[in-house]
């Protein structure tokens, strides 16, 4: 018994063992566990890798940074192609450089590990580009990354600059450039062209070496008002070879060229008129990366228009390029076609212009700050849009060097903006609206004679030191002499009587706020900075045609459309195609009565516009002074304004505009030229 309970008592000892054996599994399940999330981790870690490396290849291409691609590449995989890391960098450059290549994109992006080796991954993605011959899109990439010393780098191979390529396969590009479409006045002369133009460039070889080289590119420089550092850039071009010719800038043909030097004829963009025409036609500018960013449809080594109706056309002149991008063997036989266009040359934009009259009136405003505009009141056709003084578009296009731009830009008188477009108080011209107004509501009695005593006037003590000026000393005064002699004291006396709300109804039927179906940029007209004058002084100043009054001068030859049309206001067009517009907004015996008057303004001697009488035209005409000034007792700015028109067959319009005037200047004097030729053509 006693052997058994020994025995029974020492049988405890034994399980310690048994736990051993249960303990072993758990440990083993954790080493497992550690193994594998070691492993997990590894593998995550290797894959953040690959597609670092991916995202680095795809960015090296996208920046254009080809030479930073040698760093992620394989060197077996470089090998195996027949390349070296700066051979695969040069091919980049020239492929992407020969197709224009830009914006390139990679979406889609997929890195995944291969199943057969652990230190590979597989990896794809779509890319796109946009060429010299438009969009390239739907590229399908795919290749493997191998990791290597605790490294990922890509496996290269030429299918990685275009899906397709092997081997020293090349990139052909063959370009059908469209031809731009032309602006034509109404008479099909060109207002933007594309004529004739030379070229000057470079023929590395005969410029000699060292010091000969360094004299011929100085000597260039100075001739044709270029930089040494300008001809040295364009000179290391990667294209660049001895006898190949290197294109410098646009000039006027010479004789005088310098060593090295060669012209060439080619074909660009002209415009005929030059400065006459200049904010209005505007010109262009090479496309740049931003523009593609706006618009992938344009190439990249292509021309855009920057201002004017080069611009506001610039999709339908432009056209589009055709032509082919092609993958060759490396002796040029073609193997697939990667992007094909036909080309589809601009659209030409015909306009109402003309541009005889169009160089008539610029040249009327003798490079003095002004603007003239002329329609055919009929129609509404624009005849003239000049604006002066004006920068050459020629220049612009074809290349203008930094001294002759900043000239531009540091001319206090504004070269270019589009005086046209611009908004001024438009002065006594617009009492001829205000008259129209009065008649109209009756509180103008055209046979009526109102008597103002001396050339200032104020409607009482409360106006305090303000007092409406006029110049002429006229003891007593009609709505016939108001027009003739340009009073201001009776027009701001009768806009006074008719009230605010009457005035403001009368100008209503007008352009105020409304926006003109034209490409040309512009704010609406207005009539106050508020909804209401809240000020009789005010309303008395716009009733002569200033206070807060803003209208360009399309504006103010539209409003006064109605003056050759019995009432009717043609709206004012620009392109012959374009939709006639036109609406009711005065009684034709209401405009008869005016019309009498303002050709006495011409007729009679005491006219404000009685010099234009010599020129033997039947004339109805207006004209005004805009004072700008701070206070009333000082000498402001003077705009001097003349609204004319056709009495006789209403042929023509005219609006000119003469910007701070100086002693014995008008517009009025300025005007002869310009309407001996529209009464000889309209």
């Known amino acids: 018994m006693s052997e058994n309970r020994r025995s029974r008592k020492e049988k405890p000892a034994k399980k310690p063992k048994r736990f051993v054996w ?32 991916l995202n680095s290849f795809i960015g090296a291409i996208s920046d254009q940074k080809y030479s930073d691609l040698s760093a992620l590449l394989t060197e077996e995989s470089l090998e195996s192609n027949g390349f070296n890391a700066d051979e695969v960098s040069a091919k980049y450059e020239a492929i992407f450089t020969g197709i224009g290549a830009e914006s390139f994109k990679a979406s889609g992006i997929e890195v995944t590990p291969d199943d057969k080796d652990s230190d590979q991954f597989n990896f794809q993605y779509n890319g796109s580009l946009t060429t010299s011959l438009g969009e390239l899109t739907e590229l399908s990439y ?72 360094t004299a011929n590119i100085k000597a260039i420089a100075e001739r044709f008002d270029l930089t040494e550092d300008a001809i040295d850039q364009a000179l290391a071009q990667s294209w660049v070879q001895d006898e190949l010719f290197v294109p410098l800038k646009i000039i006027e043909p010479t004789d005088e060229m310098p060593t090295g030097t060669s012209l060439k004829e080619t074909t660009g963009r002209t415009y005929p008129l030059g400065e006459a025409a200049a904010q209005l036609i505007g010109y262009l500018g090479n496309v740049t990366a931003e523009d593609i960013e706006k618009d992938e449809t344009l190439a990249s080594n292509g021309q855009i228009g920057r201002s004017g109706l080069e611009a506001a056309f610039d999709k339908e002149l432009r056209g589009e390029n055709g032509g082919k991008i ?44 002004g603007s003239t505009v002329v329609t055919e009141p009929k129609t509404g056709d624009l005849l003239v849009l000049a604006s002066s003084p004006s920068y050459d578009p020629n220049k612009m296009t074809q290349g ?167 009432g009717k206001l043609v709206y004012p067009r620009l392109v012959k195609e374009a939709e006639q517009k036109d609406k009711e907004v005065f009684k034709p015996e209401t405009i008869e009565q005016i019309n009498l008057d303002l050709t006495a303004v011409v007729s009679d001697a005491n006219g404000t516009a009685h010099s234009l009488e ?40 005219m609006v000119s505009m003469l910007e701070d005037r100086q002693e014995n200047q008008s517009a009025t004097g300025l005007a002869p030229d310009l309407l001996t030729y529209l009464a000889e053509n309209y």
């Open 22 to 53: 249960l303990a072993l599994p758990a440990a083993l399940l954790v080493l497992g566990g550690g193994y594998y999330g070691y492993t997990v981790y590894q593998n995550r870690q290797e894959e953040a890798a690959a597609k670092k490396v």
């Open 142 to 213: 795919s290749g493997t990354i191998t990791l290597a010393d605790d490294q990922a780098k890509i496996d290269w191979s030429p299918q990685l600059i275009f899906p397709g390529m092997e081997g020293q396969d090349k990139v052909s590009i063959s370009v059908d450039n469209a031809t731009r479409g032309e602006i034509l006045d109404r008479n099909n002369e060109p207002l933007a062209e594309n004529g004739t133009l030379y070229q000057l460039g470079v023929i590395p070889g005969q410029l000699g070496t060292g010091d000969e080289k």
């Open 326 to 369: 092609a993958i060759t063997d490396e002796d040029g036989a073609e193997k697939s076609v990667l992007l094909e266009k036909e080309r589809a040359d601009g659209k030409d934009i015909q306009l109402t212009i003309d541009a005889q009259a169009q160089k008539t009136a610029f040249d009327a405003l003798q490079n003095q700050a």
């Open 400 to 566: 203008i060097s930094q001294e002759d731009y900043d000239a531009y830009e540091q001319n206090e008188d504004l070269p270019f903006i589009s005086r046209f477009a611009t908004a001024y108080a438009p002065g006594s011209t617009f009492k001829t609206i205000t008259a129209a107004i009065g008649l109209e509501n009756g509180t103008i009695d055209p046979t009526q004679s109102i008597a103002i005593d001396g050339l200032k006037w104020q409607k009482d003590s409360s106006w305090g030191d303000y007092f409406v000026t006029r110049v002429s000393d006229v003891a007593s005064v009609n709505l016939k002499d108001a027009l003739v002699y340009s009073d201001n004291i009776y027009m701001a006396q009768q806009t006074l009587a008719m009230g605010e709300d009457a005035f403001r109804n009368g100008l209503s039927k007008l352009i105020f706020g409304e926006t003109f179906d034209l490409p040309i940029a512009m704010n609406p007209a207005q009539i106050s900075n508020e909804e209401s004058f809240n000020s009789e002084i005010l309303l008395a100043d716009t009733g002569y045609g200033q206070g807060e009054l803003l209208l360009n001068p399309i504006q103010q030859a539209a409003a006064y459309s109605v003056f050759a049309n019995q």
């Open 614 to 653: 010599a020129l033997n035209i039947p004339l109805a005409a207006k004209t005004g002074t805009a004072e700008i000034k701070e206070k009333q007792d000082e000498k402001g700015q003077e705009n001097s304004f003349l609204f004319a028109f056709d009495s006789q067959d209403q042929g023509f319009l």
